[in-house]
């Protein structure tokens, strides 16, 4: 088993740590915050993560896993370093990269022994030869470093599910010590590897998030086409998902992809492009179709209805998608300030969310309307006029027609992730409205209406 050491403890490196300490490895989790140290060695995750505490409890217990702000004793012996810091998206929509480069120059500056450092974070093709140049020119004893690139495809909410039962691991190396030295490590989690050299690795961790945030902005574009034409979304994708050349997944249409990948990979690989004179004509539609679609149900409410002003308006959802509390790049970020700006008075629920949304948008009134954070659905739904749904949370789908019809004052909903049945809503006579699906419309609901009229007539 190997002494490893992990620079960062966001969720590419905490979850890494976590889980080489699980299969065996002895890990040191170093971050720059003492209280985030403090926390982690409570057992207790600065990330809502399921099934993380719990590893992190045991792990710790057992001697395999430790925190640090120490990164020099954490460094000095290890037999790997991984680098799961961040990588923020600047302007232009490169890659920051000055994390990575201070970890590498504290790795340079007091590595004792030969050592593999591995780049787990998701950087620019070619950045690893340059981490490697970079540690060369400030090391200070004499070892022998080999850069490595390891990119992660957790998602978040299963982060700790999908390390230990990968698809792939992906290792990117330029020699067969760093190579074998990294399928050593990955050996104990028993999954499929695919070696290649550091740039085809750097260069399949965009490739891939980027072919799979393009076939959502396909589908969304798809979707609506689809509202236009009468056609329902949701079963074009499930003609498509039985042919195996296209599969099942990520086929479901909604207001737009968020989080802290698929936005600023496509925007990073866009730039590369550039960078080299290319033209990546695909993502920057992927890119095009996904700005429009955060606020595709904003506008279509913005159509039905006179002004949002003074109206009661419930939001389910905050953060990008469900069992996460992250909230970057999320739908709601979009929507929230233009129902603010136009007036709306806002009930938000979101079982994780609220109070990291509530650091952006406080409590009370926010420019010309004002917003409620309430601690479940009922409360949000409560004399509502209009209603939108922007994540999936089990406790959101779990609503029924009737609650909508009951709880609200006028039950008008807005569904951006297609999670309610049409025919439901048109049986109960809630007017609906979702993405690349038939819309419940008033005329609809009256219809309904007089239809259970004339049965409860006879
Ligand atoms: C993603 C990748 O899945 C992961 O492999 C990579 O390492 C990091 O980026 P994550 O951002 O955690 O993971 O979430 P994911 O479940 O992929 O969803 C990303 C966004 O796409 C969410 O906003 C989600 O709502 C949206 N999405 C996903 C859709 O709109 N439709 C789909 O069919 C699937």
């Known amino acids: 088993m190997y002494k490893i050491a992990v620079a960062g403890t966001g969720y590419v490196g905490l979850v890494a740590g976590v889980t080489f300490a699980e299969v065996g490895h002895h890990v040191t989790c170093v971050d720059i915050d003492e209280e985030k140290v403090k926390l982690m060695k409570s057992g207790v995750s600065p990330i809502y993560e399921v099934g993380l505490d719990e590893l992190m409890q045991k792990n710790y217990a057992a001697g395999r896993l430790d925190y640090t702000t120490d990164y020099e004793s954490a460094y000095k012996d290890a037999d790997a370093i991984f680098l799961g810091v961040g990588t923020p998206e600047q302007a232009d929509g490169s890659a920051n990269l000055s994390y990575i480069a201070t970890v590498a120059r504290q790795v340079a500056e007091t590595i004792e022994k030969d050592c593999l450092v591995v780049v787990k974070s998701t950087v620019p093709v070619g950045t690893n030869d340059k981490v490697q140049q970079f540690i060369q020119d400030f090391l200070i004893h004499d070892v022998k470093v080999e850069v490595a ?14 390390t230990m039962h990968a698809a792939r691991i992906i290792i990117g190396t330029e ?18 590897i695919v070696s290649v050299n550091r740039r085809s690795a750097e260069m399949i961790k965009y490739a891939s998030n980027d072919f799979l945030a393009l076939k959502i902005s396909y589908m969304n574009d798809i979707a609506n086409l689809c509202e236009l034409v009468g056609a329902d979304v949701q079963d074009v994708a499930r ?10 997944k990520f086929l479901n249409a909604g207001i737009g992809f968020g989080g ?16 080299n004179g290319y033209e990546l004509k695909t993502i920057k539609a992927a890119i095009d179709v996904n700005k429009d679609q955060k ?23 905050l953060t990008f998608k469900p069992g996460t509390d992250d909230l970057r790049e999320a739908p709601s970020l979009d929507n929230v300030p233009l129902l603010l700006e136009q007036g709306a008075d806002i009930y938000a629920y979101d079982p994780v969310g609220a109070e990291h949304f509530a650091k952006f948008y406080p409590e009370g009134r926010n420019g010309n309307g004002s917003i409620t954070y309430v601690s479940n659905v009922e409360q949000a739904l409560k004399d509502g ?16 027609p009737e609650m909508y019809k009951n709880l609200m004052r ?3 909903i807005y569904d951006g992730r297609n999670i309610y049945s049409v025919d439901d809503m048109k049986e109960v006579g ?15 609901v009256n219809e309904s209406e007089m239809i259970k009229l004339q049965t409860s007539r006879y």
């Open 149 to 162: 690139s390891n990119p992660e495809f957790l998602s978040q909410g299963s982060a700790v599910h999908d």
């Open 175 to 192: 020699s067969k010590w760093a190579e074998d030295r990294l399928m050593e490590i990955y050996e104990p989690f028993q999954l499929p």
């Open 239 to 248: 003609g498509m998902s039985f042919d195996e050349r296209i599969g099942s």
């Open 260 to 275: 802290s990948c698929f936005p600023k990979d496509t925007k990073a690989l866009d730039y590369i492009a550039r960078q």
């Open 295 to 317: 606020t595709a149900l904003y506008k279509k409410a913005s159509k039905r209805l006179i002004t949002f002003s003074g109206l009661k308006v419930a939001v389910l959802g």
């Open 385 to 400: 006029n209009v209603c939108f749904v922007f994540t999936e949370w089990g406790e959101v789908k779990a609503v029924t």
């Open 410 to 412: 006028t039950p008008l």
């Open 430 to 444: 809630v007017e609906y409205y979702s993405i690349g699906r038939q819309a419940v419309s008033r005329s609809h």
